[in-house]
């Protein structure tokens, strides 16, 4: 599975911004489609996840906020982030999890930055 993410850059709070992840490769088998993010000196953290059958998870900072949702026809997955705050500023990865007889993988696209102005 390859991932491909878009979208990122400086937006001022209160904008808005869509990201989107193209998965290419062996899409049939991606469990679920989740995006994580890297603020600047802190751990990746779980933004949102969606799993194949549409089921959403939300990390309780973006709810409200932050949409995901998905194209697929293009296999692409969408992440709508509307009001940002500083506080979202970070290095945003979509993460497929592949499930298979032999376990569970994770694919990670190469990031894009999001920076949100005062």
């Known amino acids: 599975v390859q991932l491909q993410a878009s979208g990122g850059g400086l937006v001022q709070a209160g904008g808005s911004l869509r990201l989107s992840c193209a998965a290419s490769g062996s ?34 900072s973006v709810k409200g906020r932050f949409t995901v949702s998905r194209d697929g026809t293009k296999n692409t997955v969408y992440l709508q982030m509307n009001s940002l705050k500083p506080e979202d500023t970070a ?28």
């Open 27 to 60: 899409v049939g088998s991606i469990n679920a489609l989740n995006w994580y993010r890297q603020p600047p000196g802190k751990q990746r953290e779980l933004v949102v996840g969606l799993t194949a059958g549409g089921s959403t998870d939300y990390a309780d």
């Open 91 to 118: 290095v945003y990865y979509c993460n497929a999890r592949v499930g298979s007889h032999v376990g569970i993988f994770d694919y990670w696209g190469q990031g894009t930055l999001v920076t949100v102005s005062s």
